[in-house]
Each structure stands twice: as structure tokens, then as C-alpha cells.
């Protein structure tokens, strides 16, 4: 699943901030990070824990102090992570999502997004699919200049504007 989760944390990210500023790449790479570290393991385990995010977004705040600029670039990794925790529906497990405050297990079954049935994945990957062409198309990436800031930086142009500012389209 990594349609699914990258198209929809940029078009969650990008509706919530509508900052143009954010990294979107590292947004998308954080939405993917709980199923690349724990899918070798077999399911939920620790980065499907709220304590990850938590961990990692304290990690990006201690290791960026008096370093303003990479601290606003890395903290779309964490912000990724807890899209993903959303997207995922983890927060529905208890074992995993509040691991370890309710024991050392992380309950039983295996990725939560590999759970639905192929009909749901599908349809997610589709949803996913779809988000990013709408971000493909609105942030207007199928320019060669605007392409080339994006995937050098993460970010899009400054004519989206961002909070309190009105965007053009």
C-alpha cells in the first residue's frame, strides 16, 4: 500500500496547513515509514505506535535546536508517521496504537492495511492514485520548472500561498 498512503498525506497535509513550504516528499516518505519498519516484523508492532510518532517527532525537535530551517524540512517525517497512524486505522487497536501501555504484546494480525479485503486495498490504492494526480495537477507539476523545485525540495511554488493567504489556481 504506498499510493494510498502517499497521496492521501499530501492531500490531508496540504488541506490542513496549505503551506507551500512544507517538505511533501517527507510527508509522503513519513506516510509510508510504519509499514517499511514494521512489515519485516509481520504486523503492528513499535512504529504503529503512537509512541513512534511521539519519539520521532521529540527526536527531530532535540537534534534541530537553534536550527530553525531543517527543523521546519524534518518535522514532515513525524507529521507523516501520525497521518499514517490515522490512514491506517490503527488507532483502533489498542495494543499496538498504545503500545507499551497496556502490555508488551502487540495483539495479534498483520498490517493493518494489508487486513481490508483486495477489494478495499484496491480501492484505497485507486483514492491514493487519484490524490496524486489531483496534487500532480493543482500544484501544476506537469511544468518542467515547478517538477524540478519539487523534487529537489519538496516544495511547492510560493503562488499557492499558504495560511491567511488566498491561493491561485
Known sequence: MLLWFAGA???????????PAIDYRLIMAGAVLPDVVDGPFGGARVAHSLLFSV????????ATRRRRRQRRRLLALPIGTFVHLILDGVWARTKSFWWPLFGRSFGRGGLPSLGHPVSIIVLEELAGATALWWCWRRFG???????AVFVHTGRLGQEFGGPGRIARR
Open 141 to 147: 507539476l506537469r511544468d518542467r520548472a515547478r517538477r
Open 55 to 62: 519519539v520521532l517527532l521529540a527526536a527531530v525537535m532535540v
Open 9 to 19: 498525506s499530501w492531500v490531508i497535509v496540504w488541506q490542513v496547513f496549505q503551506d
